[in-house]
């Protein structure tokens, strides 16, 4: 790799960007139309909150790679953290084998869980799979303890849980697209947030009537992300609490992107005073820089797999699961929390968010404005060319990726206030350029 940019380097500029034409007609880019999309932006290196482009351009990112990468990107102490285990141990399979980074790691999330009782790490390597574990752990509770029908799970309109069957089932229909892969999916049970009287009593409704098929009741606590960026109280949260308690369900905290100080509180289930049976953390576990999620669960859960019968153990195990480089780059991601002011940050984020995007309420295609922590959302009545107005961002030299009819930023917490500031004012530019609906 190394060797190669040297030599190319050599050659000059024109070499450099060969990769692009030979490699990207082999290329399948996610959540995009090929034949319509816009060629892909070709990235050669990050740091802090800039995306270096190949031909020289410079963009301040808005996004944090899918809300990823909190400490800004290449941060020098995670980088010696991985560097150090990548020259010790990359990777050893977890199975009959641990290992420091993950030991440690695993000690630590449970701390800083705060008391919660959640107190068993299953570590995988994707959000989508730490849901699975989730539901699976969740599903075969009620089989272990002797009750085999209970296993569906209530879920939330407008909710996301990722891309694989057992995650799309329990995610909002329309988001994933159901439609398409009826057959394959396991018919769940979407609801909505029990946010008021009447969905609060549709919502028992659905408890009473099929309790006893039902399983757990999993939800993104405090913001429903990919699904919308949609916020809600903490008192939904206790409502759920108190009638999974009343049905006797178990109840997932999906953290994916809540976790890690994005909404304001290091965990959103410590800002709301609940405390879910399991929780899955993933996205800006390592800091964007190395693939790993858990699955973290009580020891009311992890006491029904507990036994002499191996039929009760928990048949999971990624191949990756507990990368150690992973581990390391984790292990490194929370001394920045413990060392570094990022709450503070994520406070001083959520004022200049609202001073800058609180303006957009006067433009006639916005419908809202909001902000939680470090997510700043303007939602529009609708966005007709999701490309075309991405493209404008990128034009504005920032990295903005607009998704439904909402634009949002999710930056860093270590950005600048001045890299801030570009960033809501390309946001407030964009939006009064929009045509009037
Ligand atoms: C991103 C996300 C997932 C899926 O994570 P992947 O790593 O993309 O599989 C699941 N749940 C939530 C809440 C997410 O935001």
């Known amino acids: 790799m190394s060797r190669n940019t040297s030599e190319n380097k050599q050659k000059g ?8 034409e030979k490699g990207l007609r082999h290329i399948w880019l996610p959540y995009a139309q090929m034949k319509l999309a816009s060629p892909p932006l070709a990235v050669t290196a990050s740091r802090g909150s800039h995306i270096v482009l190949a031909d020289g351009r410079e963009l301040i990112d808005g996004i944090a790679s899918w809300w990823t990468a909190c400490h800004g990107y290449n941060h020098p102490h995670i980088r010696a953290a991985v560097e150090r285990q990548l020259a010790q141990m990359p990777h050893i399979m977890f199975g009959g084998m641990v290992h ?3 030991l440690t790691l695993a000690k630590r999330l449970v701390e800083i869980l705060g ?8 570590f995988s390597e994707s959000g989508s799979v730490a849901v699975e574990v989730a539901l699976k752990m969740a599903v075969q509770y009620w089989v272990n303890r002797g009750r085999p029908g209970r296993s569906r799970i209530v879920a939330f309109a407008g ?3 990722g891309d694989t069957t057992g995650a799309m089932a329990v995610s909002d229909p329309q988001e994933s697209m159901h439609a398409a892969f009826r057959g394959l999916l396991p018919q769940q049970l979407i609801v909505d ?14 408890l009473a009537r099929h309790a006893s098929d039902i399983a757990a009741i999993i939800v993104e606590p405090l913001v429903q992300g990919a699904g919308g960026m949609r916020f809600h109280d903490t008192e939904v949260l206790r409502t ?16 994916i992107f809540t976790g890690f100080g994005r909404t304001g509180s290091l965990f959103a289930l410590q800002a709301a005073g609940v405390v879910p049976d399991i929780v899955t953390l993933s996205k800006a576990l ?4 190395l693939p790993l999620a858990a699955t973290i669960a009580n020891q009311k859960i992890f006491e029904a797999f507990w036994s002499d019968d191996p039929a009760k153990a928990l048949m999971h195990g990624p191949t990756y699961m507990a990368n150690a480089l992973g581990c390391a780059a984790a292990n490194a991601s929370l001394d920045l929390f413990e060392r570094e002011p990022r709450l503070d940050q994520v406070a001083r984020i959520s004022r200049l968010l609202k001073e800058g995007l609180e303006p957009c309420r006067k433009f006639s295609r916005v419908k809202n404005v909001r902000v939680m922590g470090a997510i700043g959302v303007v939602e529009l009545d609708r966005i007709e060319n999701l490309n075309e107005l991405r493209q404008r961002f990128i034009a ?3 990295f903005v990726r607009p998704f439904g009819s909402i634009v949002y930023l999710t930056p860093a917490f270590t950005i600048t206030e001045e890299e801030l500031a570009k960033l809501t004012d390309a946001v407030r530019a964009v939006v009064a350029e929009l045509p009037p609906g």
């Open 396 to 398: 504005k030299g920032v």
């Open 240 to 255: 759920l609490r108190a009638a999974a308690d009343r049905y006797q369900l178990l109840l997932i905290f999906d953290e």
């Open 13 to 20: 500029q024109a070499a450099d960007s060969s990769w692009y």
């Open 100 to 102: 420091e980074q993950a």
């Open 159 to 161: 909710g996301y849980h």
């Open 115 to 122: 008391r919660t009782g959640l107190d068993r790490v299953f």
């Open 193 to 206: 947030l029990p946010v008021d009287e009447a969905s609060a009593s549709a919502f028992e409704a659905v």
């Open 286 to 289: 390592t800091g964007g820089t």
